[in-house]
């Protein structure tokens, strides 16, 4: 049974860092993309930045320059550092996967994780 596990949300100060983590379970992280996604209050919900298996990253423009994927795979989880955080960077982000190994520039989402909550503050 395919799962993912988001973690690492909470409040941080505008300018600061934290780093989220979605563990995955199921499946052999190494084979296939995992992506982030971002929903703000009343808002669609957003691509941020993907992992491809061959180590191919994309992100939003939003967060080009300020966050990074990485993933660990004898571990199963890919990790999203944060950097410059901003007020407007304040959402419940989730990882996702479609068990293909490409970023398209994500994923199509058929898989979710329940989301972690991070709170930007001003």
């Known amino acids: 049974q395919v799962q993912l596990v988001e973690s690492g949300g909470g409040l941080v100060q505008a300018g600061g860092s934290l780093r989220l983590s979605c563990a995955a379970d199921?499946?052999?992280?190494?084979?296939?993309?995992i992506a982030w996604f971002r929903q703000a209050p009343g808002e669609e919900r957003e691509g941020v930045s993907c992992?491809?298996?061959?180590?191919?990253?994309n992100y939003a423009d939003s967060v080009k320059g300020r966050f990074t994927i990485s993933r660990d795979n004898n571990r199963n989880t890919v990790y999203l550092q944060m950097n410059s955080l901003k007020p407007e960077d304040t959402a419940v982000y989730y990882c996702?996967?479609?068990?293909?190994?490409?970023?398209?520039?994500?994923?199509?989402?058929?898989?979710w994780g329940k989301g972690t909550l991070l709170t930007v503050s001003s």
């Open positions: 199921g499946f052999p992280l190494r084979n296939y993309a």
């Open positions: 992992s491809s298996s061959d180590g191919n990253t």
């Open positions: 996702a996967t479609d068990l293909m190994g490409f970023c398209r520039p994500f994923v199509r989402g058929d898989y």
